[in-house]
């Protein structure tokens, strides 16, 4: 099974930020589609944004705010949180996934919660 390790979640205030970082395996980052899913409690979980080479996608509530990366070096992707609104507050998820090669991974999640 492939492991995804997040890392970065935490508890900030409104206007305040946060950085998420995910690892995934080398063998997998560079053709997969990253991203960042979030599930508030009782609500189904969302694709927040995600990155295919140098392309990117953002769910309309986090654009302007939000900016997805990715670090070929480290295997890393990244979602830097901005002007984080208590609306923001989920687990967040990090997934790598191919349709091509047939895989979709999960990461265990980290809880972001903002509130003052």
């Known amino acids: 099974q492939v492991q995804l390790v997040e890392s970065g979640g935490g508890l900030a205030q409104p206007g305040g930020s946060l950085r998420l970082s995910c690892v995934a395996p080398g063998s997998i980052f560079s053709i997969s589609v990253m991203g960042w899913y979030r599930q508030a409690p009782g609500k189904e979980r969302e694709l927040v944004a995600s990155i295919n080479g140098g392309a990117t996608y953002y769910v309309d509530s986090v654009k302007g705010r939000f900016t997805i990366s990715g670090d070929d070096a480290k295997n890393t992707v990244y979602l830097q949180m901005n002007s984080l609104k208590p609306d923001d507050t989920a687990v967040y998820f990090c997934?790598?996934?191919?349709?091509?090669?047939?895989?979709?991974?999960w990461g265990q999640g980290t809880q972001v919660t903002v509130s003052s």
């Open positions: 997934n790598s996934r191919s349709v091509t090669y047939g895989y979709d991974f």
